[in-house]
Antibody
Framework: EVQLLESGGALVHPGGSLRLSCAAS????????MNWVRQTPEEGLECVSA????????YYADSVKGRFTISRDNSRNILYLQMNSLRADDTGVYYC??????????????WGQGTLVTVS | DIVMTQSPESLAVSLGERATFKCKSS????????????LGWYQQKPGQPPKLLIY???TRGSGVPDRFSGSGSGTDFTLTISSLQAEDVAIYYC?????????FGGGTKVEIK
């Protein structure tokens, strides 16, 4: 069974930093692109970052570009999101999500259970 | 970015009745090369992550009941629940994956009348 388990969410002050992790199991992690999708009351569902299977291609939403860094450790099957210079509008639930193949775009199945980031 | 617009924002339907909601994209998500619409639908229940229902606009995900069906092409799409069950109370989102960034609609909330 494919499983994604996020961790690292917390309450942080504006300007602070957090690192989110997503532990993947049940599939060959290194064969798939991965995404971070956040859900906020203001913006709804937003794909904030994505990474190719080998990590050489990344995508960032304009809202997080220059502040967030996505990375992956294929030897440990873990996806990361380093979040710096956090702002109040970064508050939300952050999900890792698996697209169907090597490309970063696609439908997402499954999603992790989410981790809550609160900037206040 | 492709903007996804869903309607209505909320919908109240009696148990056993049909529920239909719409999703419109700001540009076509139909790819001429493979003749597919790059459109998915998700169901989100309170406190849970979104769950994939439909991809390629009309293909049901694994284990999705056949009362859920998707239709449409180009810019206009529909999700139909043929006979609403109590467990279908949720928010439903559409998503385009035709271009990066993938984008989602604002959702339609389904309640029991």
């Amino acid at each position: 069974e494919v499983q994604l388990l996020e961790s690292g969410g917390a309450l942080v002050h504006p300007g602070g930093s957090l690192r989110l992790s997503c532990a993947a199991s049940g599939f060959t992690f290194s064969n798939y692109a991965m995404n971070w999708v956040r859900q906020t009351p203001e913006e709804g569902l937003e794909c904030v970052s994505a990474i190719s299977p080998t990590g050489d291609i990344t995508y960032y939403a304009d809202s997080v570009k220059g502040r967030f860094t996505i990375s992956r450790d294929n030897s440990r099957n873990i996806l990361y999101l380093q979040m710096n210079s956090l702002r109040a509008d970064d508050t939300g639930v952050y999900y890792c999500a698996k697209p169907p193949g090597m490309g970063t775009a696609g439908w997402f199945d499954p999603w992790g259970q989410g981790t809550l980031v609160t900037v206040s | 970015d492709i903007v996804m617009t869903q309607s209505p924002e909320s919908l109240a339907v009696s148990l056993g009745e049909r529920a239909t909601f719409k999703c419109k994209s700001s540009q076509s998500v139909f790819h001429n090369n493979n003749k597919k619409n790059y459109l998915g639908w998700y169901q989100q229940k309170p406190g849970q992550p979104p769950k994939l229902l439909i991809y390629w606009a009309s293909t049901r995900g694994s284990g999705v009941p056949d009362r859920f069906s998707g239709s449409g092409s180009g810019t206009d799409f529909t999700l139909t629940i043929s006979s609403l069950q109590a467990e279908d109370v949720a928010i439903y989102y559409c998503q385009q994956y035709y271009s990066t960034p993938v984008t989602f609609g604002g959702g339609t909330k389904v309640e029991i009348k």
